[in-house]
């Protein structure tokens, strides 16, 4: 099957605790995007990478960091320098050009303890 | 800077009637919209998106949404509502211009009313 995987479904984070959401696609797609779900403000875009080795930062960077060396993966990092964590974390991905229809996953659950 | 508004969080209707989700953007130059949908706890899912060419576009589970450059509108319209369309929806915008940023509406929870 093709698609997107993220895990963990729920992630419980205490204070002062790094903690890296997972996201996997297989779409081939070059393209991957970090959002955060919050409640009545729509999606908010973290971060975004293009292609491997290359991210950019997104409107809501400050707290965040990421990596990508494999064209498949796309892990998040929140650090502890995030003091409101607490929402829904949604990874896409899409071919690269343009229009870009994105391909979602179904997201991961933080919750600071 | 590019945005996406949607003026309604929550739009209620009955089953059987056509329902109308509301969406106004701005943009510079020509834009590019989206729809997707979101059930709960659950990622977003495509349902259609206009880039250029007729102004009314047919999506999945027979949603269709309509582009009025005039207005900068791209409402999402359906003839007869489903129980199950009851989700959360959100509209999108991106452009040529500079990276292809894609920007999210706040989301209008549907509410279909058995």
């Known amino acids: 099957d093709g698609g997107i995987t993220q895990s963990p479904k729920y992630l419980f984070r205490k204070e002062g605790q790094n903690v890296t959401l997972s996201c996997e696609q297989n779409l081939n797609h070059d393209a991957m995007y970090w959002y955060r779900q919050d409640p009545g403000q729509g999606l908010r875009l973290i971060y975004y990478s293009q292609i491997v080795n290359d991210f950019q930062k997104g409107d809501i960077a400050e707290g965040y960091s990421v990596s990508r060396e494999k064209k498949e993966s796309f892990p998040l990092t929140v650090t502890s320098a995030q003091k409101n964590p607490t929402a829904f974390y949604l990874c896409a991905s899409s071919i690269g050009r343009l229009p870009e229809t994105q391909y979602f996953g179904p997201g991961t659950r933080l919750l600071v303890l | 800077a590019q945005s996406v508004a949607q003026p309604e969080d929550q739009v209620n209707v009955a089953e059987g009637n056509p329902l109308t989700v509301k969406c106004t953007y701005s943009?510079?130059?020509?834009?590019?919209l989206f729809w997707y949908v979101q059930y709960p706890n659950r990622g977003l899912q495509f349902l259609l998106k206009?880039?250029?060419?007729?102004?009314l576009v047919k999506g999945s589970y027979g949603f269709e949404a309509e582009f009025n450059k005039s207005q900068t509108s791209f409402h999402l319209k359906k003839p007869s509502a489903l129980v199950s369309d009851s989700a959360l929806y959100f509209c999108a915008v991106s452009s040529r211009e500079g990276y292809q940023k894609v920007t999210f509406g706040t989301g209008t929870k549907l509410q279909v009313i058995p």
């Open positions: 206009y880039i250029t060419g007729d102004n």
């Open positions: 943009v510079s130059g020509n834009p590019y």
